[in-house]
């Protein structure tokens, strides 16, 4: 995280931390405590000034809104900068809801451009089917591009499927057919003449683009070698997605990889627009929001890419070699180095 909010240029820090839990064996209530149980833990090291938690795997607004109003309670008084990902009127962003798989779309847009290719003559397979995969598939059919397929985790058997449909697949469609975890329902998904696959067939697909926006370490040293020829492009949606040893690779294939703490990066300068909203007590249109992630996400893939470019290497590399630096010389005109 701290590299990811360096390298988009937002003032923030970054750190991750988790609840070990299964919320799909979690009641609403018990989902509750558990959410006020933490704030209560943690009340004092957190606030809008200080340390700003943010939905992440398995969360939305509603835990984030119980989480500001055990906040609020024990500080007596109105906090909603203390917290983003909350919902609408309560202090949430418009466009937060889409802001990681847009930022990713949006990544992905200028890399096509750099390289010559047209995103309308693109086809594409993602991994996941949450939030971030969802509005990945939106924005990027919205552009013109076609995906064939998505992946999604069926809870009942305890793996994943990926539901591929050649002629494109329709997102309100397999929205319809999934649950709230995105989940997507195999029958209905068969009646509607998609084919199912097993979980890791998103990552064998003839396409041009793949994005993995799911679960960490899904392309390594054994899954690489399934990916297609005609793949030359590969957005990182979730974080880690890709070993060192699958890196190499990639590279070493031409592949043009977008970093994961680049390419989604929209979801934390969302939230940091989201905490300069609330502590200033005034709130943008979703267009205002999305054009200013826009430029932001815009200008920091230009800034790894002309690195990349110049100094020859991944833009894995490039990303880590402005993000470090920008750390550094914070840390040295502070005095700490």
């Known amino acids: 995280m701290t ?38 833990q943690v009340a004092g090291y957190i606030g809008p000034v200080q340390d700003v938690p943010a939905p992440d795997v398995m969360t ?22 203390m917290i983003t990902g909350k919902p609408l009127g309560m202090g949430g962003s418009e466009g937060r809801t889409e802001a990681t798989g847009y930022g990713v779309v949006y990544t992905l847009r200028e890399a096509l451009k750099r390289k010559g290719v047209d995103i309308a003559k693109t086809t594409a397979s993602f991994q996941g089917f949450g939030n971030v995969s969802q509005y990945g598939v939106e924005l990027y059919t919205k552009l013109g591009g076609r995906a064939i397929c998505v992946s999604s985790w069926d809870q009942a058997d305890q793996t994943s499927y990926t539901f591929k449909k050649t002629s494109g697949i329709n997102l309100q469609e397999l929205q319809g057919m999934a649950d709230r975890f995105g989940g997507i329902d195999k029958a209905k998904a068969k009646a509607a003449g998609y084919e199912v696959l097993p979980g ?11 994005l993995p926006c799911a679960l960490e370490n899904q392309v390594n040293a054994t899954t690489v070698k399934k990916i297609g020829k005609r793949v030359k492009f590969m957005a990182e949606g979730a974080n880690g997605p890709t070993t060192p040893e699958a890196d190499e690779i990639l590279f070493a294939n031409g592949v043009y990889t977008i970093p994961d703490f680049l390419c989604n990066a929209g979801g934390v300068t969302c939230s940091y627009f989201e905490q300069v909203q609330c502590n200033m007590n005034y709130f943008w249109p979703k267009d205002e929001v999305l054009e200013r992630l826009d430029a932001i996400m815009t200008k920091a893939f230009h800034g790894v890419a002309d690195l990349a470019e110049t100094q020859g290497v991944p833009m894995r590399d490039a990303a880590y070699m402005i993000a470090i630096q920008r750390v550094a010389e914070a840390c040295r005109l502070r005095g700490r180095v």
Not at 60 to 80: A, C, T, V
Not at 202 to 207: K, P, S
């Open 60 to 81: 939305n607004g509603q835990h984030m809104l119980w989480m500001m109003d055990e906040y609020e309670k024990i500080h007596r008084g109105h906090f909603p900068g």
């Open 200 to 210: 890791d067939a998103w990552i064998e697909q003839d396409v041009d683009i793949l």
């Open 3 to 40: 590299w990811k909010c360096a390298v988009v240029n937002i003032p923030l820090g970054g750190g991750k931390g988790g609840v070990i839990c299964d919320p799909h064996h979690l009641s609403q209530r018990e989902q509750e405590g558990l959410c006020r149980g933490w704030v209560q």
